[in-house]
């Protein structure tokens, strides 16, 4: 527990953090891999080069600082924070390590402005932030579906967009791991674990990947989306699995992760519609939600709103239109941004009824640019969903 002049200390602090805390924690990412080249196979390189990582971190800390008070108010980002940590194999000894650069990385940026006494009470913050999420991580490893990064044999790979791909993969017969008793929830992720050669990469790379459906009778299938854009080069991740991994290929996964998934209370009701709304590759967990909406209630009226640059980029058509076919009331919309313009606030009025439950995944701009529309409209904030392909705190604000 801690004193209550720690908390004061470390309340009074909010204000500078907002202030530097991104350039706290760029420095923080940057002493600690450098001194720790091991930590390289698993942070995101490519997420702290756009600034993702660092963004999150930043906000993960501000507002662990504001509600220092009790933290359980933020039990919910822990969770969000801690899936992703169990899924890259994030283990309570790393915290240290955190916790060491961290505080090194605020004396550095602050300077003389971080004195002592701030020193020692975010020492101690730390190590109580450190606690609830080794806590909460713990059960997340001991409900996991298996242990630790496990070997799979790719069975199919079918191009279901231009830019991108859907996975099959099945476990090596000595993995332990009987696919007839898999557990897997609409929404969740798997975390694929490579170790792509390109400008002679020395060290693996980790990557979370949606899960296109619920059913393993054919094996896990996930989708990767091929990173690339007129000034920006190939993911490393994804360039790798899209040219260099085919059927018969090996792949090392560890568990089903996440906690994006449909409000159980409202599958098997009609009053209060569903909404999938989806942009780019986002469709692929959305398509396993529509599975289960299906499978589960085909009545309850859905809305179905998918935004892609062309034609082109709209994935799994044939299997979206097909799920739709089973249910009475549907309503769907494909939007194009290249003719079409993108969603904004008017297309979200007049296509999603107010009292809808909303699930929406797409990049964080997508995101970000969703919630924002809603917050306008007044939507209800328990009744929007959301899962971003990239650092989730980084869409707070």
Known sequence: MLSAETRTIVKATVPVLEQYGTTITKTFYNNMLSEHKELLNIFNKI?????????????????????????????????????????????????????????????????????????QAWAEAYEEIANVFITVEKKMYDEAAWDGWKPFTVVKKEKVASDIYEFTVKPEADSGIDLKQLPITAGQYITVNTHPTRENNQYDALRHYSLCSVSTNDGIRFA?????????????????????????????????????????????QNEIPIVLLASGVGVTPLLAMLETQVQRNPNRPIYWIQASHDVSTQAF?????????????????????????????????????????????????????????????????DMIHYEPFGPKMATLR
Not at 55 to 76: G, Q, Y
Not at 327 to 351: E, M, Q, W, Y
């Open 317 to 381: 058509v044939p299997q979206v239109d097909e799920l739709l076919g089973k249910c009475p009331s549907v309503t769907k919309h494909i939007v194009h941004s290249k003719v079409n313009g993108r969603i904004d606030d008017n297309f979200l009025k007049a296509n999603i009824p107010n009292h809808a439950d909303v699930y929406i995944c797409g990049s964080l701009e997508f995101m970000q640019a969703m919630i924002d529309h809603l917050k306008v409209l007044e939507h209800k904030a």
């Open 224 to 268: 990767v989306k091929l990173e690339s854009s007129e000034n920006n080069p190939m993911g490393l991740v994804s360039e790798f699995l899209h040219k260099d991994v085919n059927v018969g290929d090996k792949l090392k996964l560890s568990a089903p992760a996440g906690d994006f998934a449909l409000n159980e209370k409202l599958i098997e």
């Open 47 to 119: 997420n702290q080069k756009k600034g993702a990582q660092p963004t999150a971190l930043a906000t993960t800390v501000i507002a662990a600082a504001k509600n220092i008070d009790d933290l359980s108010v933020l039990i919910a980002h822990v969770n969000q924070i801690g899936h992703k940590h169990r899924a890259l194999q994030i283990k309570p000894e790393h915290y240290p390590i955190v916790g060491h650069h961290l505080l090194g990385a605020i004396k550095e940026v602050l300077g003389d402005a971080a004195t002592p006494e701030i020193l």
